[in-house]
């Protein structure tokens, strides 16, 4: 696969989004916006290849399950082709920055954030009937 082939497949990037928060911008009365829906707002995207080495821009690589930390400054992804999770800064949402990948050994299935400091993902290993649970800590 070329390097340009790779990073189109990679182009539907991390989407950033934030939501409208209508309720909000009330007044707290009775304003008749109550059972309105509320809807995301894309306000910027990562191309997740960004985060990986040179020698893997023509690997394919996904951004499939996305969690943020809770002071929301940053969001983790699991990229399942290339058996790592990602991080990316996000304390700036509309310029968000790649900060790095870590390797789990196996397919990230899942990821979560435990407050501001430590990384759950349930992985794959491929090597063992069970998925098994891994945890990482991480100054956010």
């Known amino acids: 696969m070329s390097t340009f082939h790779a990073r189109s497949a990679v182009a539907l990037a991390l989407g950033i989004l934030a939501c409208g928060a209508a309720a909000a911008t009330g007044s707290g009365e009775d304003d008749g916006d109550r059972g309105k829906t509320q809807s995301f707002h894309r306000i910027a995207t990562v191309a997740n290849y960004l985060n990986n080495t040179p020698e893997q821009f023509a690997d394919e690589t996904v951004a499939e399950i996305v969690a943020a930390s809770k002071d929301g400054s940053t969001l983790v992804y699991t990229d399942s082709p290339l058996e790592q999770i990602g991080f990316v800064d996000i304390r700036d949402p509309a310029s968000p920055i790649p900060t790095g990948t870590l390797p789990v050994g196996g397919e990230p299935t899942s990821v979560d954030v435990l407050g501001n ?24």
């Open 117 to 140: 400091e430590y990384v759950l993902a349930a992985v794959n290993s491929r090597t063992r009937a069970a998925s098994s649970l891994s945890s990482t800590s991480r100054d956010a």
